[in-house]
């Protein structure tokens, strides 16, 4: 008698030539806030292996065929509920352009009415399938009226735009994002590692510490960070944070649209690995009130010409140009994010801009290596952990390269 895990475990490759294809997108409506001690968002992504409205999706067969089964992703309204579901094709697919569009019932994520529900998925990047394995697949998709129109939760449509026009091309810029989150027991909702109804230790021993008693989760993160290197995403590390039982992995360096493609389908990952762990994630940027650090997704940004000898001076300009433009970024940068931005646990206040030199306290941070060399990157430490990489990454750009007012 085969063992679940022997079924799930099955290499078809063996057996078939046909692949699995998971369609992953993002877009309905909010979710619950069902934590017992804040608010906890998960978004608007549909995850199909197939990227969609943002989606991505594992193919395997074709619908409606003898070919077999699909599976999609959805973010949901928020821009942090990532679904999916899974399709069946009959081989091996590379190329995004190759796949068929396909749909889901918007009416069931808060995305479309129940008179006229499908949203269609468009498969935008392709992704190796770290649980399935073999030649399947997950697919970034992102989300479309059967009009052809983006709906409102497709931010990577917009991004996109910003991403292709001539001047930003020309800069290719260069991100890195460093996502935090936090572990929760599944049926209490308090963090991995804190005794159930009470408090660990104050902070100080936690950060990037090792030890039964300091680092809680970390077969979860070692996982996940091998499950994403096998994936194809450009993970460049991990690494447990100031508070017990949250973590962070840091996607990068990614050009333009492809960083949100990545931390998108690196956040579905790690959903799958917590799923499997019977471990509740959360990118809530203030999961516990009080003296406990707040969860992040700090983005770190050059282009070419602050890469460059004299970049230093570009580099500031840029900051400049941030700075006038500061609460608008700050309205995009994540909900909640007014929570975790008080000026305490390593931010800056919410309603000041500052930037500083190895300056953790401020809204955009310049490293000693950048000053010294004058040239290098900076770090805007402004958005929350359940940002959306794709609205942040693009609004970077767009204030400091094509300079909107």
């Known amino acids: 008698m085969s063992l679940l895990t022997d079924l799930v475990n099955l290499n078809l490759s063996e057996t078939t030539e046909k692949i699995i294809a998971e369609y992953i997108c993002s877009g ?23 990227s969609c409205g943002l989606c991505w999706a594992s193919a395997e067969i074709r619908w409606g065929t003898s070919f077999g089964c699909l599976r ?18 009959p081989g091996p697919v590379s190329d995004p352009s190759k796949l068929p569009t ?22 935008q990047a392709i992704f190796k399938d770290p649980f399935r394995r073999g030649n399947n697949i ?24 910003i991403f292709s026009h001539p001047d930003v091309v020309a ?7 460093e996502q935090e989150y936090t572990l929760l027991q599944k049926d209490v909702k308090w963090p991995l590692g804190w005794p159930v109804g009470g408090f660990p230790g104050p902070q100080g021993p936690y950060y990037c510490s090792a030890g039964a008693d300091k680092a809680f989760g970390r077969d979860i993160v070692d996982a996940h960070y091998k499950a994403c290197l096998y994936a194809g995403i450009n993970i460049s590390g991990i690494n447990g944070e100031v508070m017990p039982g949250q973590w962070e992995f840091q996607v990068g360096p990614a050009v333009g649209i492809s960083a949100g493609d990545e931390l998108w389908v690196a956040r579905y990952i790690l959903e799958r690995i917590t799923e499997i762990a019977g471990v509740v994630l959360s990118f809530d940027p203030k999961p516990i009130q009080g003296d406990w650090n707040g969860a992040g997704a700090h983005t770190n940004y050059s282009t070419k010409s602050m ?25 995009a940068y994540g909900e909640g994010n007014e929570r975790r931005l008080t000026g305490r646990h390593e931010t800056a206040d919410i309603n000041t801009f500052l930037w500083g030199v190895a300056n953790r306290g401020a809204s955009i941070r310049v490293g000693r290596e950048t000053e010294k060399n004058g040239k290098g990157y900076f770090e805007d430490r402004r958005p929350a952990s359940n940002m959306d990489p794709y609205v942040v990454t693009s609004m970077i750009a767009e204030t400091t390269i094509i300079g909107k007012p």
Request: with cysteine; charged share 25%.
């Open 138 to 161: 997950l697919v970034m998709c992102d989300c479309y009226t059967p009009a052809g129109e983006p709906i409102p939760t497709n931010k990577r449509h917009n991004a996109a735009k």
């Open 171 to 177: 800069e290719e810029p260069w991100y890195g994002i």
């Open 307 to 331: 890469r460059n000898d004299g970049g230093y001076e570009v580099i500031k300009s840029a900051i400049e140009k941030l700075g006038k433009r500061h609460k608008e970024h700050i309205a």
């Open 102 to 123: 396909w749909n889901y019932d918007g009416s069931s994520t808060g995305q479309a009415p129940g008179d006229d529900s499908e949203v269609i998925l468009y498969p």
């Open 28 to 50: 309905g409506k909010t979710a619950p806030s069902w934590l017992s001690f804040g608010p906890w968002r998960h978004g608007s992504y549909f995850f199909a292996d197939f």
């Open 72 to 89: 999609t992703s959805v973010i949901g309204g928020s821009g942090m509920d990532i679904r999916s579901k899974a399709r069946t094709f």
